[in-house]
């Protein structure tokens, strides 16, 4: 699958900051089954120092940032295409969980982080899952699909700060919430387990449901299988990642992978705004023209093939009656029927809560951005 991904991230500040330094990860990192194209970093104000592509500790490219002139807002706009393909499949040859032993290239990810301490609850919930001689794989599996069928997703339940502990307590948050249980159950197990950032989308076959989490920055994890490598799971969609997942950074637990943070002098009250878009290339579905009369929403992408002119019809019918009338008063749409039409949110005040439509489709945001004036975590 071939995508155009854009992510903007705007800070409007009470007073001017008269220094600033940040970090960011927004540059997807290659890895086997994805392949990044071209990239571009655009901040305004222009920094007086960048050092753009680094890599961090764990590998990530990383845009490093300093604005010395005063400026009251701030824009960091990150824009790339890349193509993914499947994953290799999980190893046939069935290890017991309980027989695997650390590979040092994984020790990083085996203890406590800071979003992700040792907690009894983690272990309490991750034994059903693995019983003495279980294979890794499978058990790893069955503790995603508990996960997804125990933990509500809830995008007003939780905030970058809610302690773990909360998370399960309460049964709910979101894909990054989700992604720190699974990698709190698993360490609890002794398993190196990592957290990893990106992107999801999905347009899915009519009549089947969209991902939880769809056109919006997404978060699952990462069990490490020693011998194989890293497999992918995501927790929040009940779903190994594939080809839908887009990949831009891995660590511990979302503090290493943020994707802005930084030091501020000044700047008083803050606001931030999160803007998302991930569009499939062109080519890739079949285009139905005209359905609406309303220029916001002219075009429709079907994926897969050809469609029957009944198909057709039955769709204009169902977007016409259900669709419209949301993306022209600016409410959120809960389908992806208008799969790859572009699609702008801006979520405010560190929560997922969808408040404007500032381009021409249907909205959906799973961003938590934990950035802004003062000193960041």
């Not at 490219?61 to 990150?78: C, G, N, Y």
């Not at 994953?87 to 069935?94: G, I, N, S, T």
């Not at 990083?108 to 009894?120: G, I, K, N």
């Not at 977007?319 to 809960?334: I, M, N, P, S």
């Amino acid at each position: 699958m071939k995508f155009r991904v854009r992510h903007l991230t705007t800070y409007r500040y009470g007073e001017a900051v008269q220094l600033s330094h940040h970090a960011a990860h927004l540059r997807p990192r290659p890895v086997p089954g994805q392949t990044v194209g071209a990239v571009t970093v655009a901040i305004r104000p222009e920094p007086a120092v960048l050092h753009d592509g680094r890599r961090d500790y764990f590998g990530n490219p990383t845009t490093f940032f300093t604005i010395q002139e005063p400026h009251r807002t701030l824009e960091v706009e990150a824009s790339f295409s890349v193509e993914t393909g499947p994953r290799k499949p999980p190893p046939r040859v069935a290890v017991a969980w309980d027989a695997v032993r650390p590979a040092a290239e994984a020790m990083d990810f085996l203890f406590d982080s800071p979003q992700v301490p040792c907690l009894a609850e983690a272990a309490d919930y991750a034994a059903p899952s693995f019983p003495p001689g279980r294979p890794l794989v499978e058990a790893a599996l069955d503790l995603s699909a508990r996960i997804h069928a125990d933990f509500a997703f809830d995008a007003d339940a939780t905030t970058v700060g809610t302690p773990l502990a909360t998370v399960f307590e309460e049964r709910r948050g979101v894909c990054q919430d989700f992604a720190h249980a699974g990698i709190a159950c698993l360490r609890a197990m002794g398993l190196a387990a990592r957290y990893v950032s990106g992107y999801i989308r999905t347009t899915p076959p009519l009549g089947q449901e969209r991902l939880v989490g769809a056109d919006a920055s997404h978060a699952w994890l990462s069990v490490h299988l020693p011998g194989w490598g890293w497999l992918d799971l995501d927790p929040t969609n009940d779903a190994m990642a594939g080809s839908e997942h887009v990949v831009v950074a891995w660590g511990r637990d979302y503090d290493d992978v943020s994707p802005l943070r930084g030091v501020v002098l000044g700047g008083g009250d803050h606001k931030v705004e999160v803007a998302v878009d991930v569009v499939e290339e062109e080519g890739q579905g079949n285009r139905v023209n005209g359905l609406f009369g309303d220029e916001a929403c002219k075009e429709v992408v079907i994926p897969g093939g050809d469609l029957a002119a009944e198909a057709e019809g039955i769709l204009a019918r169902r977007l016409a009656d259900q669709v419209v009338g949301h993306v022209l008063q600016g409410r959120e749409v809960g389908g992806s029927i208008l799969g790859s039409h572009p699609a702008f949110v801006i979520a405010e005040d560190h929560v997922h809560h969808p408040v404007q439509a500032v381009l021409d489709g249907p909205m959906a945001s799973d961003d938590r951005t934990d950035q802004g004036g003062g000193e960041h975590q």
